[in-house]
């Protein structure tokens, strides 16, 4: 095998098992009853920058190996898709939101599932899911696919974990929630249990969210050195 896949592999495996380790084991509790949330949060955080950079460094080190040509269409996904992540990153970071940390409280509020929640509970891991496989759509080789692939894994996945354990410390609470939002994105908008309120959401993280996208789209090829579009 080649060392830059190999070496992506290794950081890949390090940068995901190290969130499964301190997120979901008992690796966790112990940490939390020796440090105390806040020192928890520093070694998390901390552990996760550092395996991140690595992950990304060896991303941009290892070999493109084309898995599929990169066409048009392909290089269209995220453009179509971005614009709905950022709105998520932006309106979930500023939303409070009881499946969040430290916010578990907010689950007893009259509306337990405000603005951009009534779109999904989990607002930033779906930006982060979405934006890692619209751009596995992209590029279509192996590099990427082992990436962003592993980020969307990780992502996504974490909305089914993250549910399970609010479900525990959230208690009466969680039927609550569950019922007026939903993890896939507008799945409960669908299913009729809530409504899309763009002011709850509100217009400026609307547009702080599209602002952002478009300084990422402009951004895009001195940052990664590819072109949006192809030829």
Not at 83 to 93: C, H, K, W
Not at 105 to 126: C, E, K, Q
Not at 173 to 196: E, Y
Request: aromatic share 8%; net charge positive.
């Amino acid at each position: 095998m080649d060392k830059g896949l190999l070496s992506l592999i290794i950081a890949g495996s390090a940068f995901c098992g190290s969130h499964i380790l301190l997120s979901t084991t008992r690796l966790r509790g112990s940490l939390r009853d020796q440090l105390g949330e806040r020192g928890f949060l520093a070694v998390y955080s901390l552990t996760s920058l550092a395996t991140f950079a690595w992950f990304v460094a060896a991303y941009s080190a290892a070999p493109a190996i084309g898995l599929w040509p990169r066409q048009r269409w392909t290089a269209l996904v995220p453009v179509s898709v971005m614009p709905l992540a950022t709105i998520l990153l932006v309106a979930g970071y500023s939303t409070r939101n009881p499946t969040a940390v430290g916010m578990e409280r907010s689950a007893r509020a009259d509306d337990p599932a405000p603005g951009i929640l009534s779109v999904t509970r989990h607002p930033v891991m779906w930006a982060i899911g979405l934006w890692a496989v619209s751009h596995l759509i992209a590029n279509g080789d192996l590099s990427s696919v082992l990436f962003f692939g592993l980020l969307a894994a990780l992502a996504l996945g974490g909305t089914v974990l993250i549910d399970r354990k609010k479900q525990l410390a959230l208690g009466s609470n969680w039927p609550r929630l569950t019922q007026v939002t939903s993890n896939v994105p507008f799945a409960a908008f669908l299913a009729g249990r809530t409504k899309l309120r763009w002011r709850d959401i509100g217009i400026l993280r609307i547009a702080a969210g599209l602002l952002l996208y478009a300084v990422l789209y402009l951004a895009h090829p001195k940052i990664t050195g590819l072109p949006i579009m192809v030829p």
